[in-house]
Nanobody, 127 residues
Framework: QVQLVESGGGLVQAGGSLRLSCAAS????????MGWFRQATGKEREFVAA???????????DYGDSVKGRFTISRDDAKNAVYLQMNSLKPEDTAVYYC?????????????????WGQGTQVTVSS
């Protein structure tokens, strides 16, 4: 059974930083897309970042427009994990953040692309 478990969410002041982690088990995602999405109350799930590619090659990273230059996604294949470093946080970054993974690369910016999801971790940025 595949599981994705996020951690690292919490409450932070505007301008601060948080690092989210997502540990995958039950399947390796070395040739794949692994991403982060977020969903604020009353809003649709939004693409945040993804890392895609094949094991042994340089992974490609992409970001949603609202987080470019502030967030950095990375992955550790040895740990079957993906991370999201979030800097210069703003109140509008407040949301539940979800880790997602799929063994296809495809439309990695679309939530519909992903087969596996974590349970989500709350990030709250105070002004």
């Amino acid at each position: 059974q595949v599981q994705l478990v996020e951690s690292g969410g919490g409450l932070v002041q505007a301008g601060g930083s948080l690092r989210l982690s997502c540990a995958a088990s039950g399947r390796t995602f070395r040739d794949s897309a692994m991403g982060w999405f977020r969903q604020a109350t009353g809003k649709e799930r939004e693409f945040v970042a993804a890392t895609v590619g094949s094991y042994g090659r340089t992974y490609y990273a992409d970001y949603g427009d609202s987080v470019k230059g502030r967030f950095t996604i990375s992955r550790d294949d040895a740990k079957n994990a993906v991370y999201l470093q979030m800097n210069s946080l703003k109140p509008e970054d407040t949301a539940v953040y979800y880790c997602a993974a799929d063994n296809r690369i495809g439309n990695y910016y679309s939530a519909a692309h992903y087969e596996y999801w974590g349970q989500g971790t709350q990030v709250t940025v105070s002004s």
